[in-house]
């Protein structure tokens, strides 16, 4: 096909008004990226609530509001009580008797690079093991400290960079371990003095005020790689791009897919040159040179072009600028001799095609033809009609099941967020954080509830268990109220647990109607038409109540239900956070356990339909991911009836699934039981 160029035509406002809804269908329209920022921010809020000691930030492409397939979940963890500063003089603004202080000596590093000279004393292990003499000072070792930490947020992680890296259930993660600096690094001074129109002048400041972090690696040319830290601006970063206009964003998205559709489509992951990282930097550069006047749906290929011939530009010459620190060339290591000439070749080649190398990438090659080919088309780019209202609700749902939740087990700081709670309710609240804050308002009511009863379960004091049991009941009756509709089965496992079984019942038969409505949501599945018949136009809060259903998760630090305390045990002897229970498992699971007090006939009927959901469900009710407790579940239900032959194939189908919750050694455990079981046949 002939070359065409980039110059903004009539044609090339179309393409660019198509490929603007294509990239809305893929990487969402503004409401639902704010929506997916919203949560993340506010999951942080709350895990700041209670630190322990080390602060968790999300980054990366998918706190920016990214979710596209086969992007990596970056975690940044530091410990609070450690302060990174510039120069001595800058000690005065701590508490040393509180604070541990770190030097940042970047006399001896190149640009972006520093060494950590320990101040004051600290009283963390990895922090003191990870110190090397020089020059009969104390500095901290960035190699070192890196594998001390690799595996400390998620075990059995490998060293990739700075990070601990690893997969979970097909997602890759990144965790690092850093320091953090409340102060501006004088080396990026001056990219204050850049912004003049981009990013805004409270943005700037914001991002000023908030400091820079350092990762454990250093510049692999410098004199000092093993002890040298890099200057981390992904907090900054994350706020430029929240700076950013929708096209912007795209623009940013699209040249993400045509990196990885295109450029490096045929390399393999460790052997490719460039990365998702210096398409950004294209971008804020783009965005700040004031390149493109107006960036809209409009001209947003014209937006692409500017940014990759910046990225040609870079290529040729070998320099890539960082764009808070100018002088560190991102290129330096990589893009180099031999590899850069056949990098600049292969973009060259592709730049001669103009716009048409655009054609190359799967997920928008066939949208520009369709315009080619049809010179007429009329594109919608208003994003209400770009995606409906149901496509929208199913990924805020997606993301509240992901971040709506708290792990939280202190009754203390469980008070503290709800008094948080409280400052907000007078707080001017966006829809999205309304729902957001209900959620987890209803998380903590049903955690605090258990606490209250398990701390209470031995008192000899018949009226402050009353009182206690009083307040659990009322605590997990509001979150059922304006919780979803599986937060009624909580209200169930208590009444089980404190022996209510018909009141249970009760419960779960309430709960059985409501999950059997055709209009319900749950894991993404739901019938579009009966959904928007039933709720469509009402609030997201009126949606969760009345038409969705999220898993029930059990923290392993609480006692919910006494027959899983090993599986409980388990994920926390692995330092997985919860038990993750399908909806319709934990219902059936549920029924069995109090009709065995109950009726025997109807006990055997709730755990036939119980294996017939195990045995038989493709995916709709009981995900793959699941499938490990499931079948756990199962076998318990078999084991505690007798039928040993039963259960022990379930506890073997369950050890044959993903080990998504790391239950092994209980699955293990009840096998033993089951097979030396004194009466057993088998």
Not at 67 to 78: C, I, K
Not at 123 to 135: D, K, W
Not at 209 to 214: E, L, Y
Request: glycine share 4%.
């Amino acid at each position: 096909m002939e070359a065409f160029t980039p110059g903004i035509t009539e044609e090339m406002q179309l393409m660019s008004e198509a490929v603007f809804v294509r990239l809305c269908e893929i990487m969402g329209t503004s409401q639902q990226v704010a929506f997916r920022r919203e949560a993340k921010d506010i999951r942080e809020m709350i895990s700041r609530l209670n630190t322990n000691g080390v602060i968790e930030m999300i980054s990366g492409s998918h706190r920016e509001g990214f979710r596209l397939a086969g992007s990596d979940v970056d975690l940044m963890y530091w410990l609070n009580n450690h302060r990174v500063i510039m120069d001595k003089s800058q000690s005065e603004y701590y508490n040393t008797a509180t604070t541990t202080l770190i030097l940042s000596d970047s006399s001896r590093s190149p640009p972006g690079f520093s060494l950590f000279q320990l101040l004051t004393p600290t009283i963390y292990r990895e922090v003191h093991s990870a110190c090397v003499r020089m020059n009969d000072r104390k500095y901290i070792s960035s190699s070192i400290y890196r594998h001390l930490t690799c595996s400390k947020a998620v075990a059995n992680s490998t060293v990739h960079g700075p990070c601990g890296s690893g997969v979970i259930a097909g997602q890759e993660y990144d965790t690092a371990w850093c320091f953090v600096s409340d102060l501006w690094p004088t080396s990026a001074s001056s990219w204050i003095d850049r912004c003049h129109s981009w990013p805004e002048p409270e943005v700037v400041n914001d991002i000023v005020r908030n400091g820079c972090h350092f990762v454990a690696i250093g510049h692999p040319l410098g004199p000092h790689e093993n002890e040298e830290w890099r200057i981390s601006f992904s907090q900054a970063e994350q706020k430029c791009v929240y700076a950013m206009n929708h096209s912007q964003f795209l623009t940013y998205g699209l040249l993400k897919l045509f990196l990885k559709e295109v450029i490096n489509k045929q390399l393999d992951k460790n052997n490719t040159l460039m990365c998702s990282y210096h398409m950004k930097t294209a971008v804020f550069w783009a965005i700040q040179q004031n390149t493109l006047p107006h960036w809209c749906p409009q001209n947003l290929l014209a937006g692409f072009w500017v940014c990759f011939k910046l990225i040609l530009k870079w290529v040729y010459e070998g320099v890539c600028p960082n764009f808070f620190i100018p002088q560190n060339n991102l290129f330096l290591t990589k893009v180099h001799g031999s590899a850069q000439n056949r990098l600049f070749v292969q973009l060259h080649e592709l730049y001669k095609k103009g716009l048409a190398c655009l054609l190359h990438s799967s997920s928008i090659g066939s949208y520009i033809i369709d315009v080619l080919y049809n010179p007429m088309l009329s594109v919608c780019t208003d994003e209400s009609i770009i995606k409906s209202e149901f496509d929208c609700d199913v990924g805020i749902f997606s993301e509240i099941f992901q971040n709506g939740f708290t792990f939280e087990h202190d009754l203390y700081n469980c008070a503290k967020y709800l008094h948080k709670q409280k400052q907000l309710i007078g707080a001017h609240l966006t829809g999205t954080q309304v729902v957001l804050l209900q959620r987890y308002t209803a998380s903590i009511f049903q955690r605090t509830a258990f606490i209250l009863h398990n701390r209470n379960t031995y008192t000899v004091d018949n009226k402050q268990l009353y009182i206690t049991e009083k307040i659990s009941c009322h605590m997990l009756k509001l979150a059922a109220k304006f919780g979803c509709v599986s937060d009624m089965l909580y209200i169930a496992m208590y009444y089980y647990k404190t022996v209510r079984y018909e009141k249970a019942l009760s419960v779960i038969e309430m709960t059985k109607v409501k999950l059997t409505q055709p209009n319900l949501m749950h894991n993404g599945y739901v019938d579009k038409e009966r959904y928007t018949e039933a709720v469509g136009g009402q609030s997201w809060c009126k949606k969760l109540r009345q038409a969705v259903a999220l898993n029930i998760l059990l923290d392993r630090h609480i006692c919910f239900i006494r027959e899983l305390i090993p599986e409980q045990q388990a994920v926390l002897q692995n330092r997985w956070p919860v038990l993750d229970i399908p909806v319709f498992v934990m219902l059936h699971f549920l029924e069995f356990l109090c009709y065995r007090h109950i009726d025997t006939t109807l006990s055997q009927e709730a755990l036939n339909e119980l294996q017939v959901l195990v045995h038989h469900d493709q995916g709709l009710y009981v995900p793959y991911i699941y499938r490990d407790i499931s079948w756990e579940i199962l076998g318990i239900c078999q084991q505690i009836t007798g039928n040993l032959q039963a259960a022990l194939y379930s506890y073997e189908q369950s050890l044959t699934q993903y080990s998504w919750h790391n239950i092994h050694t209980a699955t293990q455990r009840r096998i033993q039981d089951v097979v030396s079981y004194p009466f057993s046949s088998i």
